[in-house]
């Protein structure tokens, strides 16, 4: 990876910190740990925290990623020396090519699009010299995208705050796509705890890539209602819904559900999403209530490992917490 090894290899195990391992020594990270490119959470300032700490710190661009929103952004990891990466919506890329062309010009050590068949992204971001990045649900989805090109797969399971196929939890999907494909694998879902990194990394995993346990902290887009939320939550307060989207009319192909914190709103409406489409009046009160930032409306991205978060917190600390032997 262009621009990312540069550092010595350093030690197969750091005195009291998770193994690195063989992808996070040849990026130069000082721990196998990426942020999850959580769009409106992980903006320049919580990826370039992030790199500090010894990961690789992403940008999230989201279903409102915008060129202008980027280039904000990207202001804040100006410092990293090219040690950050980019993650994009594949829909968004489609409706905003230019988003893709910033994001190569950018030069970043990785650049990742989820939620998409259509693969050419990878060629062009390759030969940009750039690390190429998707999630994936299934060992065949892992297979195919590895065909494709892409050279780092990330496993997704079930438990994932935010948009993703409920398919299958982590550990069985780790193992399955573990199995059948020979690129670095890094396990998302519910990571939380130093155990649940040393587990994903015992079965394999080349790293973890982590998003809820990352969102309420300092650095974070979030706005603070927001964070005191995800630090109120439970693990058993989320919900896996189209709600949101369908309330927002939002394009998100649907087998990709959004995991959230309950609240009233997904609470009247997941499993009616067909009548909600048909609801002009619901689908207006939702866009009002979300400007006037009505908790019982705004949808809170999370997954099961929210109850986790018990403090709004740095990214340092949470990666210290998440890295170091208890
Ligand atoms: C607040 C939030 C926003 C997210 N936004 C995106 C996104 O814009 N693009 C993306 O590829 N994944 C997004 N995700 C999903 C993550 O990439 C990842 O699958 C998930 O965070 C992993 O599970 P965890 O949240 O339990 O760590 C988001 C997740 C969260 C929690």
Same mark, same amino acid.
Do not use: K
């Given at each position: 990876m262009d621009g990312m090894n540069s550092s010595p290899p350093g030690p197969e195990r750091h005195a009291d910190a998770v193994a690195s391992t063989a992808w996070s020594r040849r990026l130069g990270l000082? *721990? &196998?740990? $990426?942020?999850?490119?959580?769009?409106g959470v992980a903006g320049g300032a919580l990826a370039a925290a992030v790199t500090a700490a010894g990961g690789l710190g992403m940008i999230?661009?989201?279903?409102?990623?915008? $060129?202008?929103?980027?280039?904000? /952004?990207l202001v804040h990891v100006?410092? +990293? /020396?090219?040690?950050?990466g980019i993650g994009l919506v594949d829909w968004v890329v489609a409706a905003h090519p230019d988003l893709l062309d910033v994001a190569i010009a950018a030069r970043p050590a990785m650049i990742s699009v989820s939620f998409g068949t259509d693969m050419r992204w990878v060629e062009r971001v390759r030969a940009a010299g750039i690390s190429t990045a998707t999630?994936?649900?299934?060992? /065949?989805e892992a297979k195919r995208a590895a065909e494709s090109g892409v050279q780092v797969l990330v496993a997704r399971g079930s438990e994932g705050g935010g948009h993703g196929a409920v398919e299958q939890p982590l550990r069985p999907l780790l193992a399955s796509v573990l199995e059948v494909v020979a690129t670095p694998v890094l396990a998302a879902g519910a990571i939380t705890t130093h155990a649940d990194l040393a587990a994903v990394l015992a079965e394999g995993a080349s790293g =973890?890539? *982590?998003?809820?346990?990352?969102?309420?902290? +300092?650095?974070? !887009? !979030?706005? @603070?209602?927001?964070? %005191? #939320? !995800?630090? =109120?939550a439970r693990g058993d307060d989320t919900i896996v819904t189209r709600a949101f989207?369908?309330?927002?009319?939002?394009?998100? &192909? +649907? %087998?990709?559900?959004?995991?959230?914190?309950?609240? @009233?709103?997904a609470e009247r409406w997941t499993g009616r999403e067909d009548v909600l489409a048909r609801d002009a009046h619901a689908r207006a009160d939702l866009a009002a209530a979300t400007? =006037? /930032?009505?908790? #019982?409306?705004v949808p809170i991205d999370a997954g099961t490992g929210v109850g986790a978060i018990t403090a709004v917190r740095s990214v340092a600390e949470v990666i210290e917490s998440l890295c170091a032997t208890p």
């Open positions: 000082r *721990v &196998p740990l $990426v942020n999850a490119p959580m769009g999230g661009m989201g279903s409102a990623g915008s $060129v202008p929103a980027l280039h904000r /952004e100006r410092e +990293t /020396e090219g040690r950050f999630q994936v649900y299934s060992a /065949e =973890a890539w *982590v998003g809820t346990c990352l969102a309420a902290c +300092t650095e974070s !887009l !979030l706005a @603070p209602s927001g964070r %005191r #939320a !995800l630090v =109120a989207d369908v309330g927002m009319e939002l394009p998100w &192909p +649907t %087998r990709f559900p959004s995991r959230v914190l309950r609240n @009233p709103f400007s =006037a /930032e009505d908790p #019982a409306a």
